[in-house]
């Protein structure tokens, strides 16, 4: 048994686990050292275990994890894993994969197409991550351990910049009832935390990437129907997660300026956020507006218009960083300037108006006004010409730290493409 603190991306990151053996075992404790960055070094500890076997004699080792401590992890060895019978264990982990995978049922004569797909439906079942051990216990956004249950569990590591567009939109059509799950405990961590998060890791705020994207998430899933969640309490919370206040969210001071960026500030007071005072600005500005529109639908429907108006408003805000000379979303400063220069194939990684692409890709997200952004660019003949350009322009990144998250135009054009398909369901549905 083991109780371990990690510290790096999430800063409190709590692991127990227990390892049970097959057979009794003796150990040898081996010390080393590890150097740092920094060039420290820092002692390390490992066990050596000996066993007694015969030949070609196997050992087998129940292992399980738990945030909360070590009788949790004891627990959910205990009642997930009862005997020693691998291949049993084996099998019910392969029948649980099928059952999700058949989720879906597709018809090809190509196998490559058919392995494809499935392997993409299976990369969507990794995360997020059950986090409730298996007596209801588990770790609070508050880092304190709270009682719950099994049958309404807690979740982590809701990468929402990534899942917002697509897998989510989707878990409303292949599970609903999961999504449900998921958006309870985006609540939860809202109550225990503060704030939605934008990337939790481990009941941890990591501040990681832009957006409030939560909203989107629960709007859709209310939109749809599917609304097995405290409604009244999902609307204040994305309301809270769209204003600037700094109070009363439990993060480190180090991640709190990235949870809560001044972005937010700006947006709400001046119209927009200034490229001079807010790093990426463009990129937040545009997911800004996006998940606003989701709260004014959200708002109209529980009937607060005065709220649905002005986030309405705010949705609008894509207009102000479209430059019509040039034709792409630019940053504009304090003074109501380009900036300048402007390269729309430059990338600085994660410290320029743009986050993990460039305005080649960024120009294209107002997926909740395509007409708005056909107007901007001249009507739909210069639109469509643009928009078939992104094809054949070169896609060559220039800068001295050039974005590794961009592979090309196309792929990071990818984002606009599934956020159009989570659009085409939410207004067919």
């Known amino acids: 048994m083991r109780a371990q603190k990690t510290m790096y991306w999430a800063f409190d990151q709590y692991i127990n686990f227990y390892a049970k053996f097959s057979k009794p075992f003796t150990y040898t404790l081996i010390t080393d050292s590890v150097t740092m960055d920094n060039g420290k070094r820092l002692p390390t500890c490992k066990a050596l ?3 007694e076997t015969t030949n070609n004699e196997e050992i087998l080792v129940k292992v399980g994890i738990s945030a909360v401590d070590i009788d949790g992890t004891r ?6 894993i009862t005997d020693w019978d691998f291949d049993k264990v084996r099998q019910n982990a392969r029948n649980a994969w099928n059952k999700y995978l058949s989720k879906i049922d597709i018809t090809t004569q ?13 990369h969507s079942a990794i995360s997020p991550n059950l986090f409730t051990d298996t007596d209801g216990r588990y770790l609070g956004m508050d880092l304190q351990v709270h009682q719950g249950d099994t049958i309404n569990p807690i979740y982590t590591v809701f990468s929402l910049w990534d ?11 292949i599970d609903p009832d999961l999504n449900n799950q998921f958006i309870n405990s985006l609540i939860k961590k809202h109550q225990e935390g503060g704030i939605f998060p934008m990337w939790d890791l481990a009941s941890n705020y990591t501040g990681t990437m832009i957006g409030y994207h939560a909203a989107p998430v629960i709007v859709d899933a209310y939109m749809k129907g599917y609304r097995n969640f405290d409604v009244k309490e999902a609307y204040n919370a994305c309301l809270r997660a769209a204003e600037y206040d700094t109070t009363g969210i439990k993060c480190p001071p180090l991640v709190l ?3 809560m960026p001044k972005a937010k500030f700006y947006k709400n007071s001046i119209g927009y956020i200034p490229c001079d005072r807010e790093n990426e600005s463009v ?4 997911e800004y507006a996006y998940d606003d529109w989701c709260i004014s639908v959200f708002a109209d429907a529980m009937g607060d218009f005065e709220n649905k108006a002005k986030y309405e408003r705010f949705a609008k805000a894509y207009e102000f960083y479209f430059d019509k000379l040039t034709r792409f979303m630019r940053g504009l400063d304090s003074e109501g300037e380009w900036r300048t220069p402007f390269n729309p194939r430059s990338s600085t990684h994660r410290n320029d108006d743009y986050c993990e692409g460039t305005a080649w890709q960024w120009t294209w997200f107002v997926p909740h006004d395509v007409e708005g952004l056909v107007n901007l ?11 078939d350009s992104l094809f054949t322009v070169d896609s060559t990144l220039e800068g001295e730290m050039t974005s590794s998250d961009i592979s090309g135009l196309i792929d990071n054009t990818r984002m606009v493409t599934n956020q159009a398909i989570m659009l085409s369901i939410f207004i067919i549905m």
Do not use: C, Q, W
């Not at 660019?377 to 928009?387: D, N, P, R, T, Y």
């Open 377 to 387: 660019m001249g009507g739909e003949e210069a639109f469509v010409s643009k928009l």
């Open 257 to 259: 300026p990235h949870l």
């Open 283 to 286: 990129a937040k500005a545009l």
């Open 49 to 51: 275990l000996h066993f």
């Open 163 to 173: 899942t917002f567009r697509a897998l989510h939109p989707l878990m409303t059509i």
């Open 75 to 80: 627990k959910n060895v205990e009642s997930e």
């Open 110 to 122: 190509d196998k490559n197409d058919k392995t494809i797909f499935y392997t993409a439906l299976y």
